[in-house]
């Protein structure tokens, strides 16, 4: 199967959290399984660590993690028409696909258009801690959501 990993699953990762025990059991025991993360959650997760005042030896710990998953880039344009498809969808401008009724339009951060979009269009399930992906799910994205 394909995985992609949302930067908030990431982070868990990097800390050891306990959240990231179905990475362990369940993904990374299965060695067909292709894990993958978009550049846009390694670009989150250097911020991250810039913003907190990691120190050199965190912040190449951090690289070495990145550096252990296929990095998926955004500069293709596939990638950025799913984005687009998605952002309208979101807004509930989809004009052939509105959303399900007593769903709401809604505002998606830019970074997370990105990877959905990373995640739609390489059909890879989508690993995230947070809500923020759900209104996707079934149908531009898997969504596999670690509570």
Known sequence: MNYLLNTSILLHLFRNSPKVEFLKTTISSDSTNIVKISIVSQAEL??????NRWGDRKIKDLI???HEFLIIPIDNEEIVM??????AYS??????????KGLTARNMGKNDLWIAA???LTNSIL???DHDFSHLRNTFLSLE???
């Open 46 to 51: 250097l911020s991250i660590g810039r913003q």
């Open 64 to 66: 070495k993690l990145i």
């Open 145 to 147: 959501l670690i509570d």
């Open 82 to 87: 799913k984005y687009a498809e998605i952002d």
């Open 91 to 100: 807004q509930g401008k989809l004009k052939h696909q509105p959303l399900p």
């Open 118 to 120: 990373t995640a739609s």
């Open 127 to 129: 690993v995230s801690t």
